[in-house]
């Protein structure tokens, strides 16, 4: 669709990194300074919801989902990840998998709950150097799957 | 776990219907004044995340959910549909499955951001009903699928 952010597949450096991309999906990191770590799985096609899929569509973007969501507790050890797909303002499939800290800076609301706190500098710094890892797991562990 | 409230497998009229319990999960709907029709799968036993269920485990969990978003459009008719497992202060799976309605007190936002607007009254109350519709629907899904 025209109108769709999530249509134009492309990704400006200051939104993010395209971590992946197959005929279905891509994968992104999310350029997002309070919860490094954040990545994004989209299907490319303009679908609202997971139930326009078929089954075999499904299972082939959640088994991603949860690749992702493997290689992240691996690299990152966050204290919970969060995966969710809402699509409210944008409404073309793409799940969101974070990265949770105790010390995040919404912890322990949503990704989209007012902040709750500030985390030290040099923790997220950390916490960014480690994201860059993750891109380079990721790419590794979708290789293996395919 | 015993200070986990997921663990404690009941649940209080205020908070909720349970719809439909198997071996391994369990539907509640729950009851939201904002978003009726909202619904919870939880798996029984407790697990943190979705990577540490085996892969069976994972595809039947993600079965359930998508078959309540299929019942929950086909009864519900929302704009959108959110689904979410998050977990942050209960880390034991349980999915968030959520009809949206572009005047729902927290569209276009999440279910978990700050209250936009006010339902219409006679708008909540016809969708109250529907939500009851809902937890038959959602039994004879099951019912098919098992």
Do not use: Y
Request: charged share 25%; proline share 6%.
């Amino acid at each position: 669709m025209t109108n769709c952010t999530l249509c134009k597949d492309d990704i400006k450096p200051e939104e993010g990194q395209l971590i992946w991309r197959g005929d279905d999906c891509r994968i992104i990191l999310v350029n997002d300074l309070d919860l490094p770590g954040f990545c994004r799985v989209i299907w490319n096609r303009h679908v609202p919801e997971m139930t326009d899929l078929t089954g075999g569509e499904r299972e082939h973007l959640m088994t991603l989902v949860f690749a992702v969501e493997k290689v992240m507790r691996h690299v990152m050890h966050p204290d919970k990840i969060n995966v969710a797909s809402l699509g409210n303002m944008v409404p073309h499939i793409h799940w969101h998998v974070i990265p949770r800290f105790k010390d995040d800076a919404f912890f322990p609301g949503t990704a989209w709950s007012n902040k709750t706190q500030e985390t030290p500098v040099p923790v997220l710094a950390m916490r960014q150097q480690k994201s860059a890892e993750l891109v380079d797991a990721i790419k590794a562990e979708i290789a293996f799957l395919a």
